[in-house]
């Protein structure tokens, strides 16, 4: 502990005044008070704006921590994230922190940087903190004791990212959508051959958007050829690593489908770095559109998340009356996207005929 | 309260065992058991594994709310901040979390979208909740009464943005030498006379940009031509409202200082629609430099606070020992910035000859 002493010893006057002094400017019982604190009694208005204005003169507050022991609550809500540095979370946690807020709940902060120890560590931190609820974000495949510790709570929302084996309501946006546009707009722009960049072949994003992708480029009941995968984890320095993989194995693929804008960032840094020409020699779009691509160079074509929706509907879900139903946790709700057309996708650069693959 | 029901009536085992339930297995007392689990008691090897054996074995959870009762400590530091969606300030709060994360610490998120009576309603709830500590960010120059209640806390820092009358320690950016940096960039490329666009020409950051500006674009003793003003929030809402103000007013002016990256984006919105062109038209210089501005059209000059040291030091005074001291809270920190050159900044358009006013 790197306290030698207690901060709150030295705390102004408002921590000292205590419920007898209330109790004693109101004259009325301290046990009177403190349920009229709780919200647990219903006061008379003469008893109740007694007590008000002795509160409000004595500057008394309540001491949270007691409070909390009688109520069993605690008005936090544990938000857990891979990284709030990354804008599509920044922006989902921002939309969460007001939705919490209409529910006189704040946000507790957790980062794991998507490392197994501090999924964990972070639950077993909300455990200890009997938070009124959790919203779990991942960015990887979680292994079955992070669903298993999701499930032990109370109230839990996984959000964004499936969690296999999760027995929690679920807010996901509509990935397998996100793929089928991104594939009409690339297959209408001429292009046949797309590589998919994401998170990791594991996980449900990767596989819906797939699928999603698959469905989109067929036509006519005419298959597809089977998109390319390139994973690594949504950050710039993956899209990086991708980019550089991408060019030294592209055969057939004029296009790429980019699984967030963290990985669209590293992808465009490595084309600028090479001269390599979004659209000219190869179309691009990204997913998420949480980052100012409007103003890249060129402006990048993205299926947008909803992300103030995804992010209140987790809170809604949280605090929803509804959790004793019988089939709640079950719960799976699908945010539509939708495709914003910019500058970034053109048909395919003719110039470098190649023979086609047989399907 | 939206609760019918306590939720953790519900909770797993985990909240069931007690402390006497370990005392027992343990075969100790149960002051014996909290005094070592808070920390304030030392025990002989044999009798502490005996305890945490217990311990694990039930699964017991010490109810945080009740230690901390106990200890007088949170675990707990509140970041006021305007908006976590805004890409420089959720830089910050991931820098900050992870420094509080070393000090075992989590961070409890009050966004103020800057407005006075959410900064105060944020403080309140702060000495409400007896966090350790408050990190306090804003983005306008508050009344007398938010430094009011930032004094009454124990520990409190005010972080990037000055607080007039705050005393407690101060973290800010070195705001004298970005304008002197951006001034000197300006200057050499030719310019003479540019525009300053901030958030508010009563903030300390104006201020001392502004001064710093002058500065650098003053050369050999010979003064420079003051600066144009242009004042709004810090939202790219404000960059495009004073973006089109300048396009109206600008006389002489062929350089843009942005005092952020939200401004810049404004601006740009407004350029692109209207094909202005940087920097054929208008060089500009952009400040924090937390967005992708290397992938923007044009790149963009900018000004790049050290965000993650920024929030690491407001991290580390909170939990210094030297709150003690007699000038501690009298502390302001000022952090170094640097001039990151890319391609918005050129020599002034020429062919645009009008009349020089006089100094």
Redesign the interface.
């Known amino acids: 502990?790197?306290?030698?002493r207690?901060?709150?010893?030295?705390?102004?006057m408002?921590?000292r005044t205590s419920l007898k002094d209330v109790a004693r400017e109101a004259g009325v019982s301290t046990a009177t008070i403190s349920r009229h604190l709780n919200?647990s009694l219903d006061l008379p208005e003469p008893t109740r704006m007694r007590i008000e204005a002795a509160v409000s003169k004595l500057r008394y507050?309540?001491?949270?921590?007691?409070r909390?022991?009688s109520?069993?609550?605690?008005d936090?809500i544990a938000?857990i994230l891979p990284?709030?540095?990354?804008?599509f979370f920044?922006?989902l946690?921002?939309?969460i922190?007001?939705a919490a807020e209409r529910?006189s709940s704040?946000?507790?902060?957790?980062?794991t940087f998507n490392k197994s120890d501090r999924e964990m560590a972070a639950l077993e931190?909300a455990?200890?903190?009997?938070v009124?609820?959790v919203i779990f974000i991942t960015n990887r495949a979680p292994e079955a004791k992070v669903a298993r510790a999701l499930n032990?709570?109370?109230?839990a929302v996984i959000l964004d990212e499936d969690v296999p084996g999760g027995k929690v309501p679920r807010v996901l946006c509509d990935n397998g959508l996100g793929g089928v546009l991104a594939g009409q707009h690339l297959r209408a722009a001429g292009h046949r051959h797309v590589a998919y960049f994401g998170g990791g072949a594991d996980l449900h994003s990767t596989q819906t958007r797939l699928e999603g992708l698959r469905s989109g480029l067929a036509q006519n009941g005419e298959p597809a050829y089977e998109p390319t995968l390139f994973v690594g984890d949504h950050s710039p320095t993956s899209g990086r690593i991708l980019a550089e993989e991408f060019l030294r194995n592209a055969d057939q693929e004029t296009a790429i489908f980019s699984g967030s804008d963290e990985l669209t960032?590293g992808i465009?840094?490595v084309f600028?770095e090479r001269k390599i020409k979004v659209p000219d020699d190869f179309s691009l779009i990204s997913f998420d559109d949480a980052?100012?691509l409007?103003?890249?160079?060129?402006?990048i074509t993205s299926v947008r998340q909803p992300v103030d929706q995804l992010g209140e509907r987790a809170v809604e879900i949280l605090?929803s009356?509804a959790?004793d139903q019988p089939d709640f946790k079950a719960l799976t709700e699908r945010m539509p996207v939708e495709l914003v057309e910019r500058s970034s996708v053109a048909m395919p650069a003719n110039k470098k005929k190649r023979p086609e693959k047989q399907l």
Do not use: C
Not at 71 to 74: C, P, V
Not at 83 to 87: E, K, L, Q, T, W
């Open positions: 502990m790197f306290y030698d207690d901060p709150w010893k030295e705390q102004s408002k921590s919200g507050h309540p001491n949270p921590h007691a909390r022991l109520l069993g609550k605690s936090t938000l990284d709030i540095a990354n804008p920044a922006k946690a921002a939309a922190e007001k529910h704040m946000v507790l902060l957790h980062a931190r455990a200890q903190n009997q009124d609820g032990d709570f109370a109230r960032v465009l840094e600028h980052r100012s409007h103003l890249f160079a060129p402006a605090f009356d959790w």
